[in-house]
């Protein structure tokens, strides 16, 4: 069975840092993209940064400068790096990935969720 195991959540202060880790446990055929999302409360969850099979990458434009997502393709691994946080980012991380278990068998998973809060 495919799961996602995300960590490196926290308390921050603004301006700090943090890094999300999100590592793929199972057997995957074919990893077509990896994102990182982030909802709160009453609001829709919001793509934050993807990355793809073909290394494309895309952030969506309030962490565009501030985050960002690498993959370590041999270790099925998908980092977020996020520096100069703001309260605004407080939020939870969900790791996605969407893949192929199977050739034939498409997914759609999705991590735990991890909470960031960036307060004073």
Do not use: H
Request: proline share 3%.
């Amino acid at each position: 069975q495919v799961q996602l195991v995300e960590s490196g959540g926290g308390s921050v202060q603004p301006g700090g840092s943090l890094t999300l880790s999100c590592a793929v446990s199972g057997s995957v055929f074919r990893i077509v993209a990896m994102a990182w999302y982030r909802q709160t409360p009453g609001k829709e969850r919001e793509l934050v940064a993807s990355t793809n099979s073909g290394g494309a990458i895309n952030y969506v434009d309030s962490v565009k400068g501030r985050f960002t997502i690498s993959k370590i393709n041999g270790a099925n691994t998908v980092y977020l790096q996020m520096n100069s946080l703001k309260p605004e980012d407080t939020a939870v991380y969900y790791c996605n990935m969407r893949a192929y278990e199977a050739p034939s068998k498409w997914g759609d998973y999705w991590g735990q969720g991890t909470q960031v809060t960036v307060s004073s």
